[in-house]
């Protein structure tokens, strides 16, 4: 078996190689509703790539597609080198890559916590003792060792279960799409914290989201428009790429934003890094308050 997080032993090294691969990937509902066109993307071994846009824009058809769960209706996607409609891969497929959606409650099936850790395990034929060690692991990963019953659990605890029980299957990469989305604010930064640890692990992310603020945890930043990749950059091109995401109807992240109108009217904001006291850390510097370095004595 590959090493990975579920097993316990030390996550390979990150290489260079590409994770998943989509070479003119179109995707068209049976309503007509052409969700994705002509996308073309590849996410690297290890990477943590956030895919960002409106409502409707094609973000949970491309998650679906990136994990193989979807088959593409025109293009290519590969997974681990794999073509994903290659049927004859199903099983290795599924075990490369996991998918966690919004809402916890559709992902978890079974009223006892470990009947739903097992399950996926038991449907790729892992024997008993095997399906243990695994959720062993996960549960202690993810901190929920005391949970047994699920309808006892509040939205974020669900969503730890849904996210133990994708990882149980010692995936190399997940994708997530809006997890945070029915979470309250606790909740939402447990995951987000989660989520950060499994890719220091060396799990390969793909974070969906349409909280523009979220894209700052991601290396990679892919914007989707009309079912169309509408940019992409990394994390720290950011702010000087704001303009792009306004063009699109985006909001910049708040913080960046912020640092970005002052120094337009005149305050030069060096951001330290992109969390809120990086920010007031910046101000108080271009400000020249006592204790930042600006000079304030002289
Ligand atoms: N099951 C479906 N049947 C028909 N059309 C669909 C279906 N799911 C999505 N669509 C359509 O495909 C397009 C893309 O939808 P998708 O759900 O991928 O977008 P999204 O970016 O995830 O949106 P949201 O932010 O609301 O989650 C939309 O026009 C949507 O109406
Ligand atoms: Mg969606």
Redo the contacts with the bound molecule.
């Keep these: 078996m590959t090493p990975g997080i579920a097993d316990g032993k030390p996550a390979p090294a990150h290489s260079a190689g590409c994770f998943i691969r989509c070479e003119g990937v179109g995707y068209t509902?049976?309503?007509g509703?052409?969700?994705?066109r002509d996308i073309n993307l590849e996410i690297a071994e290890g990477e943590f790539a956030a895919v960002v846009?409106?409502?409707?824009?094609?973000?949970?058809?491309?998650?679906?597609l990136l994990s193989g769960l979807e088959k593409p209706g025109a293009g290519i996607v590969t997974l681990g080198g794999m073509n994903t409609a290659d049927t004859s891969k199903s099983r290795e497929l599924r075990k490369l890559c996991g998918i966690v959606f919004?809402n916890p409650e559709n992902q978890l099936v079974f009223e006892k916590v470990a009947d739903d850790l097992a399950f996926g395990l038991k449907n790729l034929g892992f024997g008993g003792e095997e399906i243990e060690k695994r959720i062993a692991e996960v549960s202690r990963i993810l901190g929920i060792e005391e949970f047994t019953d699920s309808f006892e659990l509040s939205m974020g605890q669900k969503q730890r279960v849904a996210i133990a029980g994708a990882l149980a299957m010692n995936p190399r990469g997940m994708i997530f799409?809006?997890p945070t989305a029915m979470l309250d604010p606790r909740g939402k930064r447990d995951i987000q914290r989660i989520i950060a640890d499994l890719h220091r692990r060396g799990l390969t992310v793909v974070y969906?989201t349409?909280v523009i603020d979220e894209v700052l945890f991601a290396d990679r930043i892919i914007l989707?428009n009309q079912?169309r990749i509408g940019g992409e950059f990394r994390r720290e091109e950011l702010p000087s790429r704001l303009d792009e995401l306004r063009a699109l109807g985006l909001e910049a992240p708040v913080i960046l934003d912020a640092a970005d109108r002052l120094r337009a009217r005149g305050l030069a904001v060096a951001l330290k890094d992109f969390s809120l006291e990086g920010l007031i850390e910046g101000i108080a510097a271009a400000a020249g308050l006592p204790g930042t370095g600006g000079g304030a004595e002289s």
């Design positions: 509902y049976r309503s509703a052409r969700a994705l846009g409106h409502n409707g824009s094609g973000k949970s058809t491309l998650a679906m919004q799409d809006e969906v349409n989707l079912g």
